[in-house]
Each structure stands twice: as structure tokens, then as C-alpha cells.
């Protein structure tokens, strides 16, 4: 199964201490290289970067279209979003996790499926990896800055019977 992610998925997950829920539902996870640039070529160190250095069941990979990342840059998502779709379709990826509304935006107009971080919750408790969602989903808000609309949030809490 290949799962490739953006960015955000990786730092909101390690912020509150949940990333080891993507090696257990996933087994593996390809980031592209902006990906791991984004995680580890900065001044301070931020959730994740340690993991995706150190962890065996992260892979980087280098995208190879250029082109389309030039094209998804031209629709003002950053490079991260950019290679992660671009990887996940030259990999023919089962799914992409991504968050941001504009990466989503195009990655579901080129055909690829996707989650976020939120989906992420709610297959893990599907699968009985966690108990609960909803102190994890308040615990990103709470802790990592992480946005959730009100109606979404009750949604999810809804799938999941919380």
C-alpha cells in the first residue's frame, strides 16, 4: 500500500503524540522530499522532524514532473502540497494525506483519493488503534493551533459515535 503525506498530517500528529498511528494504519509512509525539507532544513526544530530523520517507516522520495509541481505552484499551494500530490500520483498512491483546502482542491481534481488528518482520527478508531477522537481533535486545537469548523467537528464526533 503506498500513502504518501503533506506536511501537516506528520506535524499535527507528532504535536500531540499520536504520529505512531500512521505506522500502524499504513505501515509506511512516502513523503516527498519539499516534504522532509519542510520538517528538517529549519531553525527550530518542530513536531516530526526528529521522527521523519529517524524513523524506518518513512521513505523520501524525489519527484520526477517538475512540471506539474510548476503547474500546482501556479495555483498558490506551497511546494510540500506540490510534491506530495505529484508524488502520489507518479507512485499511483492509494491516498493522499493532506489538510489545506487548495491542495485538496487539486488533488481531487487530478483523481487521487484523500484524507486529512481528521479522516486519519476517525480510521484509527474505526480500526481500534485509539479510544476516542474527540480528545485528540481538542488537543489540536487546544495545543497545536489546529482549526476545525465548528460543523465538521461535530460531524466527526458524529461518524464516530462520540
Same mark, same amino acid.
Given at each position: 500500500?503506498?500513502?504518501?503525506?503533506? !506536511?501537516?498530517?506528520?506535524?499535527?500528529? +507528532?504535536?500531540?503524540?499520536? &504520529?505512531?498511528?500512521? $505506522?500502524?494504519?499504513?505501515?509506511?509512509? @512516502?513523503?516527498?522530499?519539499?516534504?522532509?525539507?519542510?520538517? !528538517?532544513?529549519?531553525?527550530? !526544530? #518542530?513536531?516530526?522532524?526528529?521522527?521523519?530523520?529517524?524513523? !524506518?517507516? @518513512?521513505? *523520501?522520495?524525489? *519527484?520526477?514532473?517538475?512540471?506539474?509541481?510548476?503547474?500546482?505552484?501556479?495555483?498558490?499551494?506551497?511546494?510540500?502540497?506540490?510534491? +506530495?500530490?505529484?508524488?502520489?500520483?507518479?507512485?499511483?498512491?492509494?491516498?493522499? &494525506?493532506?489538510?489545506?483546502?487548495?491542495?485538496?482542491?487539486? +488533488?481531487?481534481?487530478?483523481?487521487?483519493?484523500?484524507?486529512? %488528518?481528521?479522516?486519519?482520527? *476517525?480510521?484509527?478508531? $474505526?480500526?481500534? @488503534?485509539? &479510544?476516542?477522537?474527540?480528545? %485528540?481533535?481538542?488537543?489540536?486545537?487546544?495545543? +497545536?493551533?489546529?482549526? #476545525?469548523?465548528?460543523?465538521?467537528?461535530?460531524?466527526?464526533?458524529?461518524? *464516530?459515535?462520540?
Amino acid at each position: 500500500m503506498i500513502i504518501i503525506s503533506d !506536511t501537516s498530517v506528520i506535524t499535527n500528529l +507528532a504535536a500531540i503524540g499520536q &504520529l505512531d498511528l500512521l $505506522q500502524k494504519l499504513y505501515n509506511k509512509i @512516502f513523503i516527498p522530499q519539499a516534504v522532509y525539507q519542510e520538517l !528538517t532544513d529549519i531553525d527550530i !526544530t #518542530v513536531p516530526g522532524s526528529l521522527e521523519v530523520q529517524t524513523l !524506518t517507516w @518513512f521513505e *523520501v522520495y524525489q *519527484v520526477k514532473n517538475q512540471g506539474l509541481v510548476t503547474t500546482l505552484l501556479d495555483k498558490q499551494l506551497d511546494i510540500g502540497e506540490c510534491e +506530495a500530490i505529484t508524488l502520489a500520483i507518479e507512485l499511483n498512491a492509494e491516498l493522499l &494525506l493532506i489538510d489545506e483546502r487548495r491542495g485538496r482542491a487539486e +488533488a481531487n481534481r487530478l483523481g487521487l483519493r484523500i484524507t486529512g %488528518l481528521l479522516g486519519v482520527l *476517525v480510521e484509527a478508531k $474505526q480500526k481500534g @488503534f485509539i &479510544l476516542s477522537v474527540k480528545p %485528540l481533535i481538542d488537543n489540536l486545537i487546544n495545543n +497545536a493551533q489546529f482549526r #476545525v469548523a465548528d460543523d465538521l467537528y461535530r460531524k466527526i464526533l458524529n461518524i *464516530v459515535g462520540e
